[in-house]
């Protein structure tokens, strides 16, 4: 009942930039928490960062200082702006959100994006 369409991933040089954006559309009564998580090959998928609809974030560490998420309620959509990119940031980057239909108000369900690949490589 909530899609997510993401965008922005690329190739892009250690050092660089990359900005992402998650757009929900659907039937959306209330989104409190969006956020990103990301998958290396081999490895689990981990937070990166979330923001919840009163504005407070979590970043995972290594990110802090680099990666700065904001969201825009008015377009339902959240974005990620990186910084200093570094190849270990290489990953396939989902987004998430945390909210609620109009059909069940109260009810609060996990969403995911499709997945965008960053890669960050010289």
């Known amino acids: 009942q909530v899609q997510l369409v993401e965008s922005g991933g690329g190739l892009v040089q250690p050092g660089g930039s990359l900005t992402l954006s998650c757009a929900a559309s659907g039937n959306i009564f209330m989104l409190n928490v969006m956020g990103w998580y990301r998958q290396a090959p081999g490895k689990q998928r981990e937070l990166v960062a979330t923001?919840?609809?009163?504005?407070?974030?979590n970043y995972k560490d290594s990110v802090k200082g680099r990666f700065t998420i904001s969201r825009d309620n008015a377009k339902n959509t959240v974005y990620l702006q990186m910084n200093s990119l570094k190849p270990e940031d290489t990953a396939v980057y989902y987004c998430?959100?945390?909210?609620?239909?109009?059909?069940?108000?109260?009810?609060?369900?996990?969403?995911w994006g499709q997945g965008t690949q960053v890669t960050v490589s010289s």
């Open positions: 998430n959100v945390e909210g609620s239909v109009w059909e069940s108000r109260s009810h609060f369900t996990d969403y």
């Open positions: 923001m919840t609809d009163g504005g407070t974030t």
